[in-house]
């Protein structure tokens, strides 16, 4: 069965850095877009960073030049690193990917998956 499994976040000062990583497990067929979003208290949902299987990203404003995502398509993982942290980015980060699978007949069919979530912290 097709999951994703993160890894990384936790407590971290105000200008310093973290690295989320994130890896599609289970085989897939194929491994779409992938992505990272975050949800703080009170707030909705928003995209952080996304990218392409061909490598094209796009970032939220509030993040660009600070954060970067990277993915390896050979061994399905997507990674965030996260510079200069600022304490509104204090938040749970998920990360999100279009997976390609094969139905018990045999044809490809793409859903989108989800990771458990990990909490990041910045204190000022």
């Known amino acids: 069965q097709v999951q994703l499994v993160e890894s990384g976040g936790g407590l971290v000062q105000s200008g310093g850095s973290l690295r989320l990583s994130c890896a599609a497990s289970?085989?897939?067929?194929?491994?779409?877009?992938m992505g990272w979003y975050r949800q703080a208290p009170g707030k909705q949902r928003e995209l952080v960073a996304a990218?392409?299987?061909?490598?094209?990203?796009n970032y939220a404003d509030s993040v660009k030049g600070r954060f970067t995502i990277s993915r390896d398509n050979a061994k399905n993982t997507v990674v965030l690193q996260m510079n200069n942290l600022k304490p509104e980015d204090t938040a749970v980060y998920s990360c999100?990917?279009?997976?390609?699978?094969?139905?018990?007949?045999?044809?490809?069919?793409?859903?989108?998956?989800w990771g458990q979530g990990t909490q990041v912290t910045v204190s000022s």
């Open positions: 990218i392409t299987s061909g490598g094209d990203t």
């Open positions: 999100n990917a279009a997976i390609v699978v094969l139905t018990t007949q045999g044809f490809p069919w793409e859903y989108d998956y």
């Open positions: 289970g085989n897939p067929y194929r491994v779409n877009g």
